[in-house]
């Protein structure tokens, strides 16, 4: 079955600075998402890539995809403090159309 | 509130009692999900509805987690006879569209702690 898999699984960086986050899977996808959840809160949906990008920006954030080696990352640019949070990628599972899987996720802080 | 929205955002149970965890999904989206997520962890697939239909439920845990729509609207995940390992936040999520396949828009979730 499908799963995602980020590295690092903590990253800690300072203001200003540039944060990459990867995230591997298994099989074959129609796209990938990338979400965002602050300590206590719900996950916060990011940006998605379809399996034909390469590349998409939003604001401050790059994601890539490589389906030939089934990995995507996100570079967050110019970090502010108020990034800290944990970023999970997310897709869907091969076996089911409908169930939407995560990784374990990166933790990212982001120190003044 | 436009969001999903969740309640009770915390509930104590003592191990044995049953609980019931309410999602509000955002007007008009068809598409509702359940998510378990331990702590440090990612979130767990438990359920998803389309509509009132549960198309899929292969991510609960034991035949002691149950959940509906009957209404095609609010759910509602029930936990009977619950467990210390059932400690976790449960998180609902929704989207406009059919299927898993795009932007879910998640609550707050609820944390369960059962003592």
């Known amino acids: 079955s499908q799963q995602g898999e980020e590295d690092p699984q903590a990253l800690s960086i300072q203001e200003g600075e540039n944060a990459t986050m990867n995230c591997s899977y298994k099989?074959?996808?129609?796209?990938l998402q990338w979400y965002r959840q602050n300590s206590g809160r719900g996950l916060v949906h990011l940006i998605l890539i379809r399996s034909n990008e390469r590349e998409k920006h939003s604001g401050r954030l790059r994601v890539t995809l490589d389906t030939s080696k089934k990995s995507s990352s996100l570079l967050i640019t110019a970090s502010r403090a108020a990034d800290t949070a944990s970023y999970f990628c997310a897709m869907i599972d091969s076996g089911g159309y409908n169930k939407l899987i995560f990784g374990a996720g990166t933790r990212l802080a982001v120190h003044p | 509130g436009a969001g999903v929205s969740q309640s009770p955002r915390y509930k104590v149970a003592k191990r044995g009692q049953d609980v019931a965890l309410r999602c509000d999904p955002i007007?008009?989206?068809?598409?509702l999900f359940w998510y378990q997520q331990a702590l440090g962890q990612g979130p767990e697939f438990l359920t998803y509805f389309q509509n009132e239909a549960q198309l899929d439920k292969s991510g609960l845990p034991s035949d002691r987690f149950f959940a509906e729509r009957p209404e095609g609207s609010v759910s509602t995940l029930k936990i009977q006879r619950t467990q210390q390992e059932d400690s976790a936040v449960y998180l609902c999520?929704?989207?406009?569209?059919?299927?898993?396949?795009?932007?879910?828009?998640f609550g707050e979730g609820s944390r369960l702690t059962v003592l």
């Open positions: 099989t074959s996808i129609n796209n």
């Open positions: 007007s008009g989206h068809v598409s």
């Open positions: 999520a929704s989207s406009p569209r059919g299927g898993g396949d795009g932007e879910l828009f």
